[in-house]
């Protein structure tokens, strides 16, 4: 499994903090797991029962009303795989499967095609927010 790390973490956070007050969602309290792809098929088995890899699995664990507590599981293998794929730097990749994560409790979906088109198109303002905060 490829090592995760941030040389920009607090950034990172404060847009995630940035992304919930634009979306109107009021965060309690949010976790990041990354791991690899057999640990996040596990998840996705036993707690979805689907039984195929994916990039990403959140969980609205919110027990107040209007404050969101989240986990998001991320496997790097797949981001790292993603990012080949698409022809994108990792770091972009693995930051808008973070946004992707907690875009999803702030209510969007990912469906359908105008879903996935919507999500698709917040992920990237996100990522450019970000971009635009290292220049």
């Known amino acids: 499994m490829l090592p995760v790390s941030f040389t920009q973490r607090t950034l990172v956070k404060d847009v995630i903090r940035d992304l ?26 036993q707690h979805l029962q689907h039984n195929y890899y994916t990039d990403i699995i959140t969980f609205d664990l919110s ?14 293998d797949r981001v790292k795989d993603n990012a080949q794929t698409y022809k994108v730097p990792l ?15 702030c209510g969007y ?20 927010y970000y971009l635009s905060k290292i220049k």
């Open 20 to 45: 919930f007050k634009k979306e109107k969602t009021r965060l309690e309290t949010l976790q990041y797991i990354f791991c690899s792809d057999e640990y996040l098929l596990e998840i996705n088995k």
């Open 63 to 76: 027990d107040k009303p209007n404050a969101v507590t989240g986990e998001i599981y991320i496997s790097v």
């Open 91 to 105: 770091k972009h990749e693995l930051l808008r499967v973070i946004f992707h994560g907690a875009l999803h409790l």
């Open 109 to 128: 979906k990912d469906k359908s095609e105008k879903d996935q088109a919507l999500m698709r198109k917040a992920e990237d303002k996100y990522l450019q």
